[in-house]
């Protein structure tokens, strides 16, 4: 890792870090600068990803997995949190950041409540799950805001969660990790009933299927005349 500050690089590494990688999956990274054009060069390489999702990044698969290329240009680019959503996005695609508002009023508490859940959510076994925030405004001073959670499966149960009117980022934290843990709950109760009834119907998929009815005796029916 190169860039040519050292205490951005500690940052950058700071970052890494703090941000992993989903469990299973192997990363590695390398960032440097391009002498000729002053960019910053990031380079993943790591399990593959969905390309509809990651345009920004010039994208190689290979045997192995897939690498990752991407160039930070300018001093908008070329930040901590500018960096650290770009490879949160990649490495965390399950969590999928949709709108938020509240960046457009106030970027660093857009990253904040964009932080608390992503760190709620990154391990749940939801993928992908989409993420809302809204904004409610309360006079010309006062604003509160709302986050809505969506998961969508073919095969397991959806799950879909509103957030009340919130104030900060801590007030949506204690909301969803309850709202999480309410989930969690219910998911160990619908498993083991799913279980029992795929067990009531081997059962009876295993019973004796029922002889048919024996057919009349047609021989000693006496024959009636049909009158028309």
């Known amino acids: 890792m190169s860039v040519g500050s050292p205490e951005m690089e500690q940052g950058l590494r700071s970052i890494l870090e703090e941000m992993g990688a989903p469990e299973g999956e192997d990363w590695t990274a390398s960032i440097t600068r391009s002498t000729a054009s002053a960019a910053w060069e990031v380079v993943f390489d790591g399990a593959p990803r969905t390309k509809a999702d990651h345009v920004d990044w010039e994208i190689l698969e290979h045997e192995s997995g897939a690498r990752f290329r991407r160039l930070l240009l300018g001093k908008d680019e070329q930040t901590l949190d500018y960096f650290k959503r770009s490879i949160r996005k990649l490495l965390w695609e399950c969590v999928q950041f949709k709108d938020n508002p509240i960046r457009n ?8 409540f964009e932080d608390v859940v992503w760190g709620l959510l990154r391990n749940e076994d939801m993928n992908p799950i989409q993420v809302r925030f809204g904004v409610w405004r309360e006079g010309p001073d006062g604003m509160k805001f709302v986050c809505k959670v969506e998961y969508a499966s073919d095969r397991r149960v959806p799950w879909s969660w509103w957030s009340s009117l919130v104030r900060n980022p801590q007030d949506l934290a204690n909301e969803l990790t309850r709202a999480l843990a309410s989930r969690r709950k219910r998911q160990v109760v619908v ?3 799913l ?3 795929g067990r009531r119907v081997a059962r009876r998929g295993l019973r004796p299927t029922p002889p048919p009815p024996a057919p009349a005796n047609t021989a000693a029916t006496k024959e009636q005349p049909l009158n028309f």
């Open 195 to 197: 279980r029992a009834l």
């Open 191 to 193: 498993a083991p009933s």
């Open 105 to 112: 009023h106030n970027p660093k508490l857009g990253d904040a």
